[in-house]
């Protein structure tokens, strides 16, 4: 069974630009998290999907956005891209909100 | 904010000794995971226990947890190189629409 797949692996952008991230699940599992793990911050909650709905937010500013798919999926778009947004973006999934989260490989993201 | 605290931060031991890691939370929890991670890669998640265990097995590796002082500990025994990674403790919410929140890790260095 495939595990948690995200992409793309590496991307690299610019100042001001705009970005948009993908994640699919586990299959069967309804819920999709963001995580942002910039260097020496640790990993730090960036959103959190269930069943289509935006349940819970991290203390982000409004240009970090997402959605979640029917089937599932997920987008990370973040826009007017900051230098300080260079980081490792982990998506994970799980059942629902009180069981194993299960992470993909991340996507890094270098601002430029 | 980290609900979650690891100590030490950085742990550097010989192939075939053990490894002890702490995590140390604020809240009331469901649940408390453990996560490997390597070079900056996805999370491997190594084990789960609920706030009714007391203590979890898997492989070489043992979890107690003590809810009263609102802390856990990870056991890896026989240490091998390719343990070296960055070891996070994760604790699940109690209720609500609260998320899995992540220490900022222990570091282990094994050396052949």
């Known amino acids: 069974e495939a595990g948690v797949t995200q992409s793309p692996t590496h991307l690299i952008k610019t100042r001001g630009q705009q970005v948009t991230l993908r994640c699919s699940p586990i299959s069967g599992h309804t819920s999709v998290y963001w995580y942002q793990q910039a260097l020496g911050l640790g990993l730090q909650f960036l959103l959190w999907y269930d069943e289509g709905e935006e349940r819970n937010r991290g203390n982000f500013p409004p240009r970090f956005s997402g959605r979640q798919f029917p089937n599932y999926s997920s987008e990370l778009n973040v826009n007017a891209l900051e230098l300080e947004d260079s980081a490792l973006y982990l998506c994970?999934?799980?059942?629902?909100?009180?069981?194993?989260?299960?992470f993909g490989q991340g996507t890094r993201l270098t601002v430029v | 904010s980290q609900q979650g605290e690891e100590d030490p931060q950085a742990l550097s031991i010989q192939e075939g000794e053990n490894a002890t890691m702490n995590c140390s939370y604020k809240t009331s929890i469901n649940n408390l995971q453990w996560y490997r991670q390597n070079s900056g890669r996805g999370l491997v998640h190594l084990i789960l226990?609920?706030?009714?265990?007391r203590e979890k097995h898997s492989g070489r590796l043992r979890v107690t947890l003590d809810t009263s002082k609102k802390s856990s500990s990870l056991l890896i025994t026989a240490s091998r190189a390719a343990d070296t990674a960055s070891y996070f403790c994760?604790?699940?919410?109690?209720?609500?629409?609260?998320?899995?929140?992540f220490g900022k890790g222990t570091m282990l260095l094994v050396s052949p």
């Open positions: 994760a604790t699940g919410p109690n209720s609500g629409y609260s998320t899995l929140t």
């Open positions: 994970a999934s799980s059942l629902e909100g009180r069981t194993e989260a299960f």
């Open positions: 226990i609920r706030s009714n265990e």
